[in-house]
């Protein structure tokens, strides 16, 4: 009888962890994990043996963006990504038998704010701050130096799914700011300043003249497990995939959207005057709303995949069905 193949999954305990490994186990893996709490298989101090002849890595570990961005979670939210990646990096250059695949996150946050293009993995535009810097030393870190692993960067949209992404997009339209939002003048502050050793963009935060028209790229939680699977299966797939449905829609259709999931008929066109103080109180940054994130799939679909969610609105009823009861 043939072996069982071995994977291995950092950031297990995740949202998108949790799903990934009772799939990979439904799917005849054998799943080992990283982790700092007592239910991981490994912590980050001891990675080799377990890297060492897996046949699948995946790495999703990283601080929650959801949060503000003051200079202690900023920090975390970096060192969090890139010295993950680091250590996972330096155990499969030294492991004996290296991992034929080796998936980490990213995020589509890495594009510019993008009102009058979208972007691909080919023709994309990389943005500037912190977001962007986040993104940027992550990726340099896992597409560092050579390795025979076949490496893919997952670069996911805003997930929607039963986690803390959805909840905040339903709590903003439930909480009657469920209109369109547009970006206007605020007072500058430094949250969104660049960082990491080539720190980009402005040290004082801007803004756009978005109207609520800004683009809202997203991929339901089915899809990104989906999309992963996909991946796996086609050996030509390497280097950056946008994880995002292939159909983004506009901030005034996406609030309208989560006004009927969330069964509020009225909902206050919100300026960010408006804005700032809901976001304050949810403990998360209006660039969640503001930033016109615009990726489109182009890998996922040249290489044949089929999204079950392409459309927003069946993906949220498919997330309003399944939410936890205390969400």
């Known amino acids: 009888m043939a072996s069982e193949r071995r994977a291995v999954v950092a950031g297990a305990s995740g949202f998108i962890g949790v799903l990934l490994v009772a799939r990979l186990r439904e799917a005849g893996y054998q799943v080992a994990t990283i982790g700092r709490g007592p239910q991981a298989d490994a912590s980050w101090e001891d990675l080799g043996p377990l890297v ?3 046949e699948l890595l995946v790495n999703l570990a990283g601080k929650n963006v959801g949060c503000r961005y003051h200079d202690a979670a900023r920090n975390e939210i970096l060192a969090s990504r890139v010295e993950t990646t680091r250590a996972l990096h330096q155990a499969v250059s030294s492991a004996d038998n290296p991992p034929e695949l080796w998936l980490n996150a990213s995020t589509a946050t890495i594009y510019r704010h993008s009102m009058d293009a979208p972007n691909t993995e080919e023709d994309g535009r990389i943005g500037e701050g912190f977001s962007v ?38 709590n903003v339209a439930r909480w009657g700011l469920g ?80 006004r009927r999931v969330a069964g509020t008929k009225f909902g206050l066109p919100s300026y960010r005057w408006m804005l700032e103080p809901a976001m304050f109180v949810l403990r998360v940054e209006p660039e969640m709303l503001l930033k016109s994130r615009w990726a489109l799939p182009a890998v996922l679909e040249r290489t044949g995949y089929t999204f079950r969610y392409p459309h927003l609105d069946p993906a949220l009823d498919d997330v309003a069905a399944t939410l936890s009861p205390t969400r």
């Open 52 to 54: 060492d002849g897996a």
């Open 133 to 170: 810097d986040v993104a940027r030393n992550w990726e340099r870190e896992f597409f560092s130096g050579d390795l025979p692993t076949r490496r893919v960067a997952l670069r996911m949209a805003i997930v929607l799914g039963d986690g803390p992404a959805t909840t905040k997009l339903l």
């Open 179 to 258: 209109g369109a939002q547009h970006d206007s003048w605020w007072p500058a502050h430094r949250r969104y300043r660049g960082i990491g050793p080539d720190p980009s963009g402005p040290q004082r935060s801007t803004w756009y003249r978005s109207g609520g028209n800004q683009r809202f790229s997203w991929i339901h939680v089915e899809d990104v497990l989906g999309a992963i699977f996909h991946i796996i299966d086609h050996p030509q797939i390497s280097g950056p995939v946008n994880l995002a449905a292939p159909n983004p829609v506009t901030n005034r259709s996406l609030m309208a959207s989560l």
